[in-house]
């Protein structure tokens, strides 16, 4: 299988800085990655698929870049409301996998 | 409004069978592939089987292969997994999500459920 490596495991910032949180893959999967957002409790969300293409309705401080096995997710200015869990997520294989997630907390 | 609904979760023994339930409304359900994840307590997210439109791809994370079995009914809106040989853990959140319709034939989940909490314990 296909293994998903975050970093940072934890990420401390304040309201208006910038982030970016790295994502690596075992080996290739051109640009089939996803970036997901989960508040606890909560269902996931889906914030850029196509390692750069954001969803509909998803704010443009987000962006996504890279491919083949390297992938970052920008997240400029944060906003209170993004204090969540970041998890990347490969869908060049079948079986897919997610990376071990980046809790992203208040500084 | 698309709504994706869990149901069945509930405490069961090692070595028993739970059957989880996923009610779709909102958009038509035999137009999309659809996926199971679950997130283990204080975990990170585990994809662990999913299954295309008309039952014909259907694939299985190597920790449930062999145990679980995913299936739908296209005629009632609804995605299923049949989990037997329980473990400890597969202790988890078990979400149902849809798969993004892509033209590429690549997909991932982009609309999921809330979740049904299954608990296996002795």
């Known amino acids: 299988d296909i293994q998903m490596t975050q970093s940072p495991s934890t990420l401390s910032a304040s309201v208006g800085e910038t982030v970016t949180i790295t994502c690596r893959a075992s080996?290739?999967?051109?640009?089939?990655l996803a970036w997901y957002q989960q508040k606890p409790g909560k269902a996931p969300k889906l914030l850029i698929y196509?390692?750069?293409t954001l969803e509909n309705g998803v704010p443009s401080r987000f962006s996504g870049s890279g491919s083949g096995t390297e992938f970052t997710l920008t997240i400029n200015s944060l906003q209170p409301d993004d204090f969540a869990t970041y998890y990347c997520?490969?869908?060049?294989?079948?079986?897919?996998?997610f990376g071990q997630g980046t809790k992203l907390d208040i500084k | 409004e698309v709504q994706l609904m869990e149901s069945g979760g509930r405490l069961g023994k090692p070595g028993e069978s739970l059957r989880l339930s996923c009610s779709v409304s909102?958009?038509?359900?035999?137009?999309?592939?659809f996926n199971w994840i679950r997130q283990a307590p204080g975990m990170g997210l585990e994809w662990i089987s999913s299954?295309?439109?008309?039952?014909?791809?259907?694939h299985y994370a190597d920790s449930v292969k062999g145990r679980f079995t995913i299936s739908r009914d296209n005629d009632k809106d609804s995605l299923f997994l049949q989990m037997n040989g329980l473990r400890v853990d597969d202790t988890a959140v078990y979400f149902c999500?849809?798969?993004?319709?892509?033209?590429?034939?690549?997909?991932?989940?982009?609309?999921w459920g809330q979740g049904t909490l299954v608990t296996v314990s002795s």
């Open positions: 299954i295309s439109t008309d039952s014909g791809y259907i």
């Open positions: 196509k390692a750069s």
């Open positions: 909102g958009l038509t359900f035999r137009d999309y592939n």
């Open positions: 080996q290739s999967i051109f640009r089939w």
């Open positions: 997520q490969q869908y060049d294989s079948n079986v897919y996998t």
């Open positions: 999500a849809r798969s993004r319709p892509d033209s590429t034939g690549y997909s991932t989940p982009d609309f």
